[in-house]
């Protein structure tokens, strides 16, 4: 029978991103639930490079899974690479990032392991059973799996993510044949922005339908700069087409855990909360004082963000002038 569950760690350009920490913390709660044990999983080109770090956050062993022909990332080498490590461990629930590259390779892998498959999970539950959000975020629907092995994709930022804890797990490698391919990477070209990633933020200023239009999130902008933070938005914003989705944020966008969040002109529907609620100190910007994200705020300011906005940002810029200057 099957036991243990494994985390797909899944580098990106060479480097494991702050998706696989939170990954390994959703592991750790889903091992605890059901008491078995945490693996992990590293596959690429350079995956034993990577593999210290993982090992000293929480797993109790790392699967190393690395050949030349999982430099770059494919749906079809990385499933067969998945599938190997899932097999070495004999894992009830394999866990992914439901990132592009997760998604795509979360479906592959539950048709190879005959299992089960629930993706953009927000919650797991003492039962083992999870949470995720359906209908465009207007419901939340609870799983349990009848199958020996399930496949999972972990939403982001939902889960704190694991830190060093100095005792390093033990770790060993998958012996991996890809065997012949029928596709390849043509060409990869980063994308140049100079936005902080809203998903990989500390701080994020975000906008909601309150601005009025589009213009008002050139204020939003101009306070997410002064900060240092990424930029936001309700899907109402993004729905009126004022600022693209990949800035929304709720259970139909990106899920955000900053140390600070700032929300302007957002009346806060729980689809919102349910992406930004677990943010640290929450600064809400509303002229009604009733509406349900001043309610629950760490710092609730009743007002106009035009007004407010310009003389926030005015005063960062004062006192980072003088912190400068000293």
């Known amino acids: 029978m099957a036991n243990g569950i494994l985390a797909v760690l899944l580098p990106s350009r060479g480097t494991l991103s702050p998706a696989s920490h939170e990954l390994l913390g959703a592991g750790r709660v889903l091992a605890d639930a059901l008491k078995q044990p945490l693996s992990a999983a590293v596959i690429g080109g350079n995956a034993q490079a990577l593999a210290a770090d993982v090992a000293a956050r929480g797993a109790d062993k790392v699967f190393v899974v690395e050949h030349p022909s999982l430099s770059n990332f494919t749906e079809e080498a990385y499933a067969k690479a998945a599938a190997a490590a899932a097999a070495k461990t004999g894992a009830s629930r394999v866990i992914l990032p439901s990132t592009v590259a997760g998604r795509a390779l979360a479906a592959r892998l539950a048709v190879l392991l005959k299992a089960g498959l629930a993706t953009d999970v927000t919650e797991i539950l003492p ?50 044949e890809p065997g012949a391919a029928k596709s390849e990477l043509a060409s990869f070209k980063a994308e140049e922005s100079r936005e902080i990633d809203l998903g990989a933020a500390e701080k994020v200023v975000a906008g909601g339908f309150g601005l009025g239009g589009p213009d008002g999130f050139k204020l939003v902008f101009d306070l997410a700069h002064a900060l240092g933070a990424a930029v936001g938005a309700s899907r109402r914003a993004v729905d009126s087409g004022w600022i693209p989705y990949r800035h929304q944020v709720g259970l139909t966008g990106r899920s955000v855990r900053p140390k600070l969040y700032v929300a302007v002109g957002i009346s806060g529907q729980i689809q919102h909360l349910a992406g930004m609620s677990s943010s640290g100190t929450i600064v809400a910007i509303n002229p009604d004082k009733d509406c349900p994200l001043m309610q629950m705020a760490s710092i609730a300011v009743q007002g106009e963000y035009a007004e407010l906005l310009p003389l926030i940002v005015a005063e960062i810029k004062r006192r980072k002038g003088h912190a400068l200057a000293a």
Request: charged letters at 20%; aromatic letters at 8%.
């Open 127 to 176: 039962s083992g059973a999870v949470r995720r959000g359906c209908y465009g975020g207007n419901l939340i629907a609870e799983v349990e799996f009848k199958s020996d092995v399930a496949v999972l994709t972990v939403a982001p930022m939902t889960f704190p993510r694991a830190e060093p804890k100095g005792a390093a797990a033990p770790v060993e490698a998958v012996a991996f």
